[in-house]
């Protein structure tokens, strides 16, 4: 058989195996988030999105609303809801008007990733294989399709990260290919399905830059499709309630959100500082570390850890911006947002365990058309990956968790030095393709 023939049939196989694992995954209940996602599809689907941050007030009403014996309140952006609503309202459909809480709940709540998720293989693909040939297009899909962190993420633990990372994704595509406009809109999608998405935007400034008319485009494609998304909301008049819930994103208490980061490594000192006396040394070293509070970080006498981490980010996304400022390739575009994507997952304060996601898929698009990039791909995949699992396993009520004390030291901290120490890797690896642009004649 061929070479080529072989190739074109284990990426089938490969295909077949990624859709087999996604189904068998979406039953899964996930983590506790799938909880509050249930409550916001259900008030989504029942009443629509424009009153669930609440209306009116002064201050502005902070509004509770529940589903059966379960209470949450909004502080995600309207297209994450609009996605969730719409969910809802299909499986409300589905079940004649009812909305039980089953397991064929969990399936539909999980769709739209799942659905975000086959499309962004699709995107890759197809991308891919016009701009570098069918054998990048197949690795690409592939390293993606099969990639262990995007599968625990979105099938497996119900985040709603893919439906962010696809139009983040695309909004670099397609500010490469010269359609601003489109660039900017999509880019607001991302922004306001989950507002991380910001952070690996940056890399659209490489295509602009000092194009006024290209950057006026961008500006007026995200505009009016931010204005289109968040009308609801202003005309039933829940815009400031709405600005109230968002700005509650800024305000977590805890240095590190479970994210295997420099903060995590901080707050884990700061416990083993304070534990030695009950513990002794060993013992304060090998006890499992927990999430440390921010209040309780700086009543001790630490600084407050959120400027320095902005302070910290916003270094390494202006650096990454100046190495790369002649970058005009996508590859090395798509390089710059996933670094940007890895730099405040690393650095900055208040992070989640998930809010690596956009990394892999940018990487894996980086990395078909530059293979420096593959050894990065393959190890912030692996990091991301470990990370879910040591603290979620396959689900909160499912198990098969890697065991933290597997290397004596808490594993998730042993992952967060591993963490930083592939977050400089990774900025050599950037810079040395940057160069061999600066290189060109």
């Not at 998304?229 to 305000?251: D, E, F, H, K, Y």
């Not at 499992?288 to 700086?298: D, M």
């Amino acid at each position: 058989m061929p070479s080529a023939e072989r190739a074109r049939r284990w990426f089938v196989v490969a295909l077949v195996a990624g859709t087999i694992v996604r189904l068998a995954a979406l039953p899964l209940p996930g983590t506790h988030d799938t909880v509050v996602w249930r409550i916001w599809s259900y008030n989504a689907a029942s009443e629509g999105v424009s009153r669930l941050y609440g209306v009116g007030g002064s201050p502005p009403e902070h509004r509770v609303i529940s589903y059966l014996n379960a209470e949450t309140t909004v502080d995600y952006p309207p297209l994450a809801l609009y996605e969730l609503g719409w969910a809802g309202r299909a499986y409300r459909w589905l079940n004649h008007g009812r909305f039980p809480n089953t397991t064929p709940l969990f399936i539909v709540i999980k769709a739209p990733a799942a659905i975000a998720d086959a499309a962004m293989a699709g995107l890759l693909f197809v991308v891919v294989r016009r701009r570098a040939g069918d054998a990048a297009a197949r690795w690409a899909t592939i390293a993606y399709w099969l990639n262990p962190a995007v599968l625990l993420d979105g099938v497996v633990l119900g985040y709603l990260d893919p439906q962010c990372a696809l139009p983040t994704v695309a909004s670099v595509i397609a500010a490469v290919e010269g359609w601003f406009g489109l660039a900017g809109a999509l880019g607001a999608a991302a922004v306001l399905t989950k507002p991380q998405a910001i952070v690996a935007l940056p890399a659209l400034v490489l295509v602009v830059q000092t194009k006024a008319r290209a950057l006026l485009r961008l500006a007026a494609g995200a505009l009016v499709t931010a204005a289109l998304i968040v009308a609801p909301v202003v005309a039933a008049g829940g815009g400031p309630n709405m600005m109230q819930a968002l700005g509650r994103l800024t305000s977590h208490d805890m240095l590190s959100g479970n994210a295997g980061n420099l903060w995590w490594v901080v707050g884990y000192l700061v416990r083993v500082q304070y534990t030695v006396s009950d513990y002794g040394v060993w013992g304060a070293l090998v006890r499992p570390t927990q999430i440390l509070q921010i209040s309780r970080f700086v009543d001790i006498g630490y600084p407050n850890p959120r400027p320095i981490g902005v302070v910290l980010v916003a270094i390494a996304v202006v650096w990454a911006l100046w190495t790369a400022r002649r970058a005009r390739d996508l590859w090395l575009v798509a390089a710059v947002g996933a670094f940007t994507t890895h730099a405040y997952a690393t650095l900055s304060a208040q992070v989640h365990e998930n809010h690596l996601y956009a990394a892999p898929p940018l990487l894996a698009l980086a990395a078909a058309g530059r293979p420096a990039f593959r050894p990065v791909f393959l190890a912030v995949s692996a990091i991301f990956a470990l990370n879910l699992n040591l603290f979620y396993g396959f689900g909160e009520d499912v198990g098969y968790a890697l065991p933290r004390g597997i290397t004596i030291v808490d594993a998730t901290v042993v992952l967060a030095i591993l963490n930083c120490a592939a977050l400089v890797w990774h900025a050599r690896v950037l810079r040395r393709e940057a160069l061999t642009v600066e290189a060109e004649p």
